[in-house]
């Protein structure tokens, strides 16, 4: 079930935790299954996991029978081996501090 809905919202490759359908809404909650992520500054790859966001973040992402669906997103914080800076892992999809995915904006 949870591999048709990745399918039907355009998020193959994502993992769907949770979806919950409200009166008002539906709401998925999605990571990314990739432990490793690029450096912004040097491009180097690191897998080193500085922390988790504790809060889930909503992404307006597209609409379903005129119900907005809401992407939820945890991102994750890495360190940077190599110049030793703290960034936080990109979406594809979705800009950074953005409140909507590239999908909700067409």
């Known amino acids: ?38 450096c912004p500054s040097c491009q180097t790859l690191t897998r080193r996991v500085h922390d988790r966001s504790r809060e889930w973040r909503p992404k307006l992402h597209t609409r379903c029978n005129g119900l907005p669906v809401y992407l939820w997103v945890r991102p994750r914080r890495f360190k940077c081996p190599n110049c030793g800076k703290v960034f936080t892992e990109r979406f594809p999809g979705i800009r950074p501090r953005a409140r909507r995915t590239e999908r909700a904006e067409v």
Do not use: C, H, T
């Open 1 to 38: 079930m949870k591999q048709f809905i990745a399918e039907l919202l355009g998020l193959q490759g994502w993992i769907i935790y949770r979806v919950k359908i409200e009166s008002d809404r539906i709401d998925v909650y999605a990571g990314r299954p990739r432990k490793e992520a690029s």
